[in-house]
């Protein structure tokens, strides 16, 4: 089984410019993540789906990210404009449901912005 | 590969010996952990989960013990292994929502 699909691994922008990652979770997982990981650091969840529905969005930066489940399988999220303080590991994550169903997280993206 | 941190507290062992990482917990209302394993350049990887109303569980060379009093939490892997190495997270859940603490860095030395 092909575990949560992530593009891509590695970016470099340079600040103010806009930037935009992917996720594609596992075939029937209902629920969709994205954490941001700063180095040394656990992840921090930014937002959370259920099916197409954002049910937890409270630590999203909505002045410059945002993220969007279209059809409730992949999810993009967006940084416009990116900061330099942005620089981290973007993970997706997708479990069955929300609640105390395993998390399956994907290799993440790291974001460097210069 | 990249690293998950350069920081982060560090537990060195020997091939074969007993390891044992522990973490503390914030919130005496969170009744699910988990403990993570990441390895460099990969996401979190699930190990082993405990629920309050235990105190101990046991997987396949990882036990994780749970002490509600003092709001504690440790992984022991036995017979660590080099594949071991890896920074390890637990992670408690809070009202639907998993918050990560401080990551320890197992380094296995032969």
């Known amino acids: 089984e092909a575990g949560v699909v992530q593009s891509p691994r590695y970016k470099i922008i340079e600040k103010k410019q806009p930037v935009a990652f992917w996720c594609n979770p596992i075939s029937g997982h209902n629920t969709l993540y994205w954490y941001r990981q700063n180095l040394g650091q656990g992840p921090e969840l930014l937002i959370r789906y259920e099916n197409e529905e954002a049910v937890d969005d409270s630590q999203l930066p909505k002045d410059r990210f945002s993220a969007e489940r279209l059809k409730g399988v992949d999810s993009t999220l967006k940084i416009q404009p990116a900061e330099l303080g942005d620089s981290a590991v973007y993970l997706c994550?997708?479990?069955?449901?929300?609640?105390?169903?395993?998390?399956?997280f994907g290799p993440g993206t790291r974001l460097t912005v210069t | 590969g990249e690293s998950v941190g350069l920081h982060l507290p560090t537990l060195s062992v020997q091939e074969g010996d007993n390891s044992i990482i522990n973490c503390a917990y914030s919130?005496?209302?969170?009744?699910?952990f988990i403990w993570y394993k990441q390895e460099s350049g990969k996401g979190p990887q699930f190990i082993i989960d405990i629920r309050s109303n235990m105190d101990k569980r046991q997987g396949q060379r990882v036990t994780v013990l749970l002490n509600k009093t003092v709001k504690h939490l440790s992984l022991q892997i036995a017979a660590t292994q080099p594949g071991d190495s890896a920074v390890y997270f637990c992670a408690e859940m809070r009202t639907d929502k998993l918050i990560f603490g401080t990551g320890t860095r197992l380094q296995v030395f032969p």
């Open positions: 919130n005496s209302a969170s009744d699910y």
């Open positions: 994550a997708s479990s069955l449901d929300g609640g105390t169903y395993e998390q399956y």
